[in-house]
C-alpha cells in the first residue's frame, strides 16, 4: 500500500508538470472539419480513458480469480491442518485413498485457478504493452501534418511526443496497477466478507444473560433449531450453592444445545439466565480443548499458568501421577493424551479455577465408571458448595445429582427430584478398573 501511495504522488506531480508542457507545445488540431485548439491535450486524455476501459474489461476477472486464489488455499490448508489432527482415526479406516482424492481435488482447484490468473495476466500484460508501444508513435502520428506543413519543427514534434508519454504515464498507473489492485480488493472482499458475518451473528436474538455470584437460574427459557423447531419451551427452573441437575434425554433431542443457549453461544434462543459471571463459570465439553504449549498451561487452561505446585497435586488427584514430570514439556498433547486422560485433565482445571458453577456436557464418556465416579467424587469432596450442571446418559451419575431434567423433545420437558440420589460424601469410592 506504501508503494502503491509513492507510485499516485508521483503521477499526480508527473501529471502536472508535464501536461503544462504539452499545453504549450499543441497547436491547433483539425479533426472530421473541426480545428480543436490544443488538440494533443485532449487527445492523450481520450486516449488514456479508451484504453483504461479495454484493460478494465480484460483485468476485471482477475478480481474474482484472486479472491478465489484465497479462497482455494485456505480450503488445501484446513484439508491438511484436519488430516493431520485425525491421523490415527484416517489410518484406522485406512482411509489414504479418500484423502488422497479430497487432497487432489482441492489442489487441483487451487493450480487451476492458478493457471487461470496466469493466463489472464498474461492477457492484460499484454494489452497493457501494446498500449504502451502504440503511445510512442502515436502523437508522431498525430503531429505530422502539422510537421510536414512547417508548423513546428522536428524539436518540437519530439517534445510533444515526449510530454504526451509522460502524461499518459502518469494517467495509466491506474491502468498499470490494475492487477495489483485486484489482489487488495479480493483480499478486502473476503475482510468484508468476514466482517458482515459477525455484524450478522452479532444481529441474532438471544437468552438475556445476567451475571449473580452462587447462582444458577433460568426463567422461562425456549430453545429453537435455526428452521424454529422447538428444543425446549418456557423452562424454568434455579439451583443454589451445592445443589446438582442430570440432563437427560434421547441423542439428538438438545442436550448439548441447551448448554450452548446458557453459555451464550446458541442464538436462537429466548429467555433469561442468571449464573455466576466467566470468571466463576466453567464449561466442560465432551472433548476438551488443550491449547498447544506445557501441560501446565493445559491444566490451567483458560486461567493464567501460576507459579505454585498446586498443578502436580491436581494431577494425582485425577489420577495422571505418570505426567507430573512432564509439566513443563512443550507438545501437542492432545496427541499425546487418549480422550480419558484428556477428561481427567479438564477436570483438574475445575479443581484449579475452582468456579461457582460448572456445566459438563458429558465431560466423563471416556472414562470408566470407576473413574467416572472418583472424578465426581472428587469435585464434590474438593468444592462442597460447587453448582453441578452435567449432561450424560449413564445411570451412574444418578447418586452425584439431587434433580434430574428430562428432555422429552418437540419443546418438552420434564423436571424433578433424582430418584436413588445419595449424598456423594456418603458414597463409597468405588474401586478404579
Same mark, same amino acid.
Given at each position: 500500500s #506504501?508503494? #502503491?501511495?509513492?507510485?499516485? #504522488?508521483?503521477?499526480?506531480?508527473?501529471?502536472?508538470?508535464?501536461? +503544462?508542457?504539452?499545453?504549450?507545445?499543441?497547436?491547433?488540431?483539425?479533426?472530421?472539419? +473541426?480545428?480543436?485548439?490544443?488538440?494533443?491535450?485532449?487527445?492523450?486524455?481520450?486516449?488514456?480513458?479508451?484504453?483504461?476501459?479495454?484493460?478494465?474489461?480484460?483485468?476485471?476477472p482477475l478480481m474474482r480469480l484472486a479472491f478465489l486464489s484465497e479462497k482455494f488455499n485456505a480450503d488445501f490448508r484446513y484439508a491438511l491442518v484436519r488430516i493431520r489432527e485425525y491421523a490415527e482415526s484416517i489410518a484406522f479406516f485406512r482411509g489414504e485413498n479418500v484423502e488422497r482424492n479430497t487432497l487432489g481435488i482441492r489442489f487441483g482447484n487451487l493450480i487451476g485457478n492458478m493457471w487461470a490468473i496466469v493466463s489472464r495476466s498474461l492477457k492484460f500484460q499484454g494489452l497493457n504493452l501494446v498500449i504502451s508501444q502504440i503511445a510512442v508513435v502515436f502523437p508522431l502520428i498525430i503531429q505530422a501534418p502539422r510537421f510536414f506543413s512547417k508548423q513546428i519543427t522536428l524539436g518540437d514534434m519530439m517534445q510533444t511526443a515526449q510530454a504526451f508519454g509522460q502524461v499518459q504515464d502518469a494517467l495509466s498507473f491506474f491502468r498499470n496497477a490494475y492487477d495489483d489492485f485486484a489482489s487488495y480488493r479480493a483480499i478486502m472482499n473476503r475482510l468484508t466478507g468476514f466482517l458482515d458475518s459477525i455484524d450478522a451473528a452479532q444481529q441474532l436474538p438471544g437468552a438475556q444473560i445476567d451475571y449473580q455470584q452462587n447462582a444458577f437460574i433460568v426463567d422461562g427459557l425456549t430453545v429453537k433449531t435455526p428452521t424454529q423447531v422447538a428444543l425446549v419451551e418456557n423452562l424454568s427452573f434455579s439451583l443454589m450453592p451445592a445443589s446438582s441437575l442430570l440432563i437427560r434425554g434421547r441423542s439428538g433431542v438438545g442436550k448439548t444445545t441447551l448448554l450452548r443457549a446458557v453459555s451464550g453461544l446458541w442464538p436462537y434462543?429466548?429467555?433469561?439466565?442468571?449464573?455466576?459471571?466467566?470468571?466463576?463459570?466453567?464449561?466442560?465439553?465432551?472433548?476438551?480443548?488443550?491449547?498447544?504449549?506445557? #501441560?501446565?498451561?493445559?491444566?490451567?487452561y483458560p486461567n493464567l499458568v501460576l507459579n505454585d505446585d498446586s498443578a502436580a497435586e491436581v494431577l494425582r488427584q485425577c489420577q495422571l501421577g505418570h505426567l507430573i514430570g512432564r509439566l513443563d514439556d512443550p507438545a501437542d498433547w492432545t496427541q499425546i493424551l487418549s480422550l480419558g486422560e484428556q477428561q481427567r485433565l479438564a477436570i483438574g482445571r475445575v479443581l484449579l479455577s475452582r468456579p461457582q458453577v460448572v456445566f459438563l456436557d458429558e465431560a466423563s464418556s471416556a472414562m470408566d465408571e470407576g473413574l467416572e465416579h472418583a472424578m465426581y467424587q472428587l469435585m464434590r469432596e474438593s468444592l462442597p458448595q460447587l453448582i453441578m450442571v452435567s449432561v450424560g446418559h449413564r445411570s451412574s451419575l444418578a447418586m452425584f445429582h439431587a434433580q434430574e431434567l428430562v428432555l422429552l423433545g418437540s419443546g418438552k420437558w420434564r423436571l424433578g427430584a433424582m430418584e436413588g440420589w445419595l449424598d456423594a460424601s456418603e458414597t463409597p469410592l468405588l474401586p478404579v478398573v
Open positions: #506504501l508503494t #502503491l501511495s509513492m507510485g499516485v #504522488l508521483d503521477s499526480v506531480v508527473s501529471l502536472f508538470s508535464f501536461s +503544462i508542457i504539452l499545453w504549450g507545445l499543441s497547436g491547433a488540431l483539425a479533426m472530421f472539419g +473541426i480545428e480543436i485548439p490544443r488538440g494533443m491535450v485532449f487527445v492523450v486524455y481520450i486516449y488514456v480513458l479508451i484504453a483504461t476501459i479495454f484493460a478494465v474489461k480484460v483485468g476485471h434462543v429466548e429467555g433469561d439466565v442468571v449464573r455466576p459471571d466467566v470468571e466463576h463459570a466453567l464449561f466442560l465439553p465432551q472433548k476438551p480443548y488443550l491449547p498447544l504449549g506445557t #501441560l501446565r498451561t493445559a491444566l490451567h
